[in-house]
C-alpha cells in the first residue's frame, strides 16, 4: 500500500529544467483528486501532430482564424475542402497509450475531472468520462445564423454529394484536423449552408482569434477549485486558455505536474516537469500504481 504524501508547491528557483522522475506524478494519483489538463502532445503517438513541439504544425501551416473565417466567402471554402479531406484521416485515429492511462486513472478513482484543449475526441473513445472539451469538438457542426447543431457525419455525407470526386493528395495533416492544401488543391470546391435556415456553418471548434465560452471557462475554474492538484498532459500552455488553470492551480497552492517532453510557459508555476514520452510514461505509472490500463480503442 502506498503511502498518501502531504504534496506542497515548490518555487520555480528551486526546480530542474526538466526530469524523468514520475514519483510526484505517482504520488500525486495516489492521494487522488487530480485534475488533468491535455494538449495535443497527448494525441501525436495517435498519429495527430501537435502544434509547438519539435516539428508541429505551426512551422509550416497557419491555422484558421475566426476574424478570417468569418468574414470571406473564399477562406470558408478553403476551411472547408481541407477540413473535409482531413477528417478522412483524422476519423481513423485511436486512442494510445496515454488517453488509456487516462481512462484507467478515472475508473480507479484517482481523477477529478479532465479537460482537454483537444478537438479529436479520443479521451472519450479511451473510456474517459465527463471530459470537458475546452476548445469544442469536431465531431459537431454549428450554424452562426440559426444556431443548430448538427452531426459532423451528416455534413460530410452533403459534402461528398456536393463535390464527387474530391480526393486531393494532402501534404499532411493538422491538429485541428485540416489538411495542407494549395490553393489549386481545393480549386471550386463547394460548400454547403445550413440545412435548417441556409446559414454559415462552422465546426463546433474554439478557432484562434475566437474567445472560449465564458460558462466553458467557469465550470473548468470550479473544476481547479475543487482538485487537489493540476496534472498537465502534452500541453506547451503557450496560450492562456490553458496557462490560466495553471496560475489558478498554483495560486490557490495546489500541485502543478507537467508531463511534456519540451519546455512549457506553466513551468514556474510547476512542482515538476517530466521530460519523457506520454504514452510510456503514463503506462509507467500506472504500473507502479497497479492499475490496468486495458487495451480500449
Not at 526538466?18 to 494525441?43: K, M, N, Q, R
Not at 475542402?81 to 487516462?102: D, I, K, M
Not at 435556415?197 to 477549485?225: I, M, Q, S, T, Y
Not at 500552455?237 to 497552492?253: K, P, Y
Request: aromatic share 4%; charged share 20%.
Amino acid at each position: 500500500m502506498r503511502m498518501r504524501p502531504t504534496l506542497s508547491w515548490v518555487p520555480p528557483e528551486d526546480l530542474p529544467p526538466g526530469t524523468t522522475d514520475l514519483e510526484p506524478v505517482a504520488d500525486a494519483l495516489s492521494v487522488g483528486g487530480v485534475l488533468v489538463l491535455s494538449g495535443a502532445g497527448l494525441s501525436t503517438e495517435s498519429g495527430i501532430p501537435d502544434y509547438r513541439g519539435k516539428g508541429g504544425s505551426l512551422t509550416r501551416h497557419t491555422p484558421m482564424t475566426y476574424p478570417d473565417f468569418t468574414a470571406s466567402a473564399q477562406a470558408r471554402r478553403r476551411y472547408w475542402a481541407r477540413s473535409h479531406l482531413g477528417l478522412r484521416t483524422f476519423g481513423r485515429a485511436r486512442p494510445n497509450a496515454g488517453h488509456r492511462a487516462v481512462a484507467a486513472f478515472g475508473r480507479h478513482g484517482a481523477l477529478s475531472g479532465v479537460i482537454t484543449q483537444n478537438v479529436d475526441g479520443l479521451h472519450q473513445a479511451a473510456g474517459s468520462e465527463h471530459v470537458v472539451e475546452l476548445h469544442g469538438s469536431l465531431d459537431r457542426v454549428v450554424c452562426l445564423s440559426c444556431g443548430a447543431y448538427s452531426p459532423r457525419g451528416e455534413l460530410a455525407r452533403r459534402l461528398e454529394e456536393a463535390n464527387p470526386g474530391f480526393a486531393p493528395v494532402a501534404a499532411a495533416i493538422n491538429p485541428d484536423g485540416d489538411a495542407d492544401l494549395t490553393d489549386d488543391q481545393v480549386g471550386d470546391f463547394r460548400v454547403v449552408p445550413c440545412a435548417q435556415c441556409g446559414g454559415v456553418l462552422k465546426p463546433d471548434v474554439v478557432f484562434f482569434g475566437e474567445a472560449v465560452p465564458p460558462a466553458r471557462v467557469e465550470h473548468c475554474r470550479e473544476l481547479v477549485r475543487e482538485a487537489a492538484s493540476l496534472l498537465v498532459l502534452g500541453s506547451s500552455l503557450t496560450v492562456m486558455s490553458g496557462l490560466r488553470f495553471v496560475r489558478q492551480a498554483a495560486g490557490a497552492g495546489k500541485p502543478v505536474l507537467i508531463v511534456n517532453q519540451d519546455p512549457t510557459r506553466g513551468d514556474p508555476h510547476a512542482l515538476t516537469r517530466v521530460a519523457l514520452p506520454l504514452g510510456p510514461a503514463l503506462t509507467a505509472v500506472a504500473g507502479q500504481l497497479g492499475i490496468p490500463v486495458g487495451d480500449r480503442t
